[in-house]
């Protein structure tokens, strides 16, 4: 079935470095890749999105790239804050179908 | 609403209780989906439904698991005999109609079976 795979499952950085979360996905009719931070006891909230038609998107610090080729994904945060700190899911869908999930990287920031 | 909304936000079941859970989703929003997320993990899926269909329902573990969306707007997911491992936070997500849109999640309901 479809599956999602996510590395590293937790990470640590110094305020102020670069953070890079990488998936796999299965589906190659996969179209649609959110991504999604959830603080601890919260609900999951999109940050940033990509359609398959697009290699890569940046939002502010934000960045998400696409090899469909490869069917890899990735998030690049830079300048990281310690407001920063969560946990990241990254997803993916085909259409309006279902997410599928990885299974999420936790990511520290000291300052 | 502002928002997708479950109730309640905390439910402990006695093993063998049965537990209904609530999803009220953002206004407009065709698209209902049932997620249950382990301490730790992603959220897996469990059931979608479009409008008050239910078009998939692979996620759902056993046929203690049961979901409906009569009116296609609140949905309720319900769990029969519960037993710890359904020990969980179940969350629902909401799409407005559209291929690629955002999913909106709700808080979540936290199960505990003891």
């Known amino acids: 079935g479809e599956n999602v795979e996510q590395h590293p499952s937790t990470l640590s950085v110094q305020e102020g470095d670069s953070a890079v979360i990488k998936c796999t996905y299965s589906?190659?009719?996969?179209?649609?890749f959110p991504w999604y931070k959830q603080e601890l006891g919260k609900r999951p909230q999109l940050i940033i999105d990509?359609?398959?038609?697009?290699g890569e998107k940046k939002d502010q610090r934000i960045a998400v790239t696409l090899n469909k080729t490869a069917k890899h994904f990735s998030l690049h945060i830079t300048e990281t804050q310690p407001e920063d700190s969560a946990v990241y899911f990254c997803a993916a869908s085909r259409g309006t179908d279902k997410l599928i999930f990885g299974t999420g990287t936790r990511l520290q920031v000291f300052p | 609403g502002a928002g997708v909304s479950q109730s309640p936000r905390y439910k402990v079941a006695k093993r063998g209780q049965d537990v209904a859970l609530r999803c009220d989703p953002i206004s407009g929003h065709v698209s209902l989906f049932w997620y249950q997320q382990a301490l730790g993990q992603g959220p897996e899926f469990l059931t979608y439904?479009?409008?008050?269909?239910?078009?998939?329902k692979s996620g759902l573990p056993s046929d203690r698991f049961f979901a409906e969306r009569p009116e296609g707007s609140v949905s309720t997911l319900k769990i029969q005999r519960t037993q710890q491992e359904d020990s969980a936070v179940y969350l629902c997500?909401?799409?407005?109609?559209?291929?690629?849109?955002?999913?909106?999640f709700g808080q979540g309901t936290r199960l505990t079976v003891v």
């Open positions: 439904f479009q409008n008050e269909a239910q078009l998939d």
């Open positions: 997500a909401s799409r407005r109609w559209g291929v690629d849109t955002e999913a909106f």
């Open positions: 990509i359609r398959s038609n697009v």
């Open positions: 589906d190659s009719a996969s179209n649609y």
